[in-house]
């Protein structure tokens, strides 16, 4: 929750102008967070990839086939941590492997709650519809096989054979 006593609102002796240069440092902020997010992971990822040549690491990394990066390395001993014993070790190899505790159930549950939650999003902005399904649906119509075409006279026929058979004339009034 905000701390009250920190906030400042905008009052109606503060401008219009002041407001937009207030949300323009804002901006600038917060695209130099994202940068250095950006940076942050793509100095992780040169990191966890450059090669290592260490006497404990490399032989066994090698004749696993793998590749003696810093990443290999670290797995390795998350891996090595685990068989020792050390359980939070253990669930951070399981949920980074794709091993999670999660049942097929549980995963096909949140599938639900997720699409749930999409659709009621959706609903509240006006958006009642994906467009990809819009779009697949439409085109899905336009390009009918022959089986549908079939299928759709098929039906128009057989709603007229419903009728007993017995069809008679429309009975048309005068105007």
């Known amino acids: 929750m905000a701390n009250e006593k920190n906030l400042i609102p905008f009052t ?60 290999s390395a670290v797995n390795a001993a998350m891996i090595r941590e685990a068989l020792s014993g050390n ?43 994906s467009d990809d399904e819009n779009i697949r649906s439409f085109l899905k119509a336009m390009n009918p096989t022959q089986e549908d075409i079939d299928a759709l006279f098929n039906d128009s026929q057989e709603e007229g054979e419903k009728d007993d058979g017995n069809e008679s004339p429309e009975e048309t009034g005068e105007v």
């Open 12 to 71: 109606s002796s503060q401008s219009r102008e002041e407001a937009v240069k207030n949300g323009r440092k804002g901006g600038r902020r917060s695209g130099e967070a994202r940068r250095r997010k950006a940076d942050f992971r793509k100095t992780l990822n040169l990191l966890l990839t450059a090669e290592i040549d260490n006497p404990e690491w490399t032989p066994f990394l090698e004749a696993l086939g793998l590749d003696s990066t810093l990443e």
């Open 87 to 129: 359980v939070k070790a253990y669930e951070a190899v399981a949920k980074y492997s794709g091993q999670g505790t999660g049942t097929d159930a549980d995963m096909e549950e949140q599938r639900i709650r997720t699409d749930r939650a999409k659709r009621a999003r959706d609903q509240e902005v006006g958006d009642t519809g």
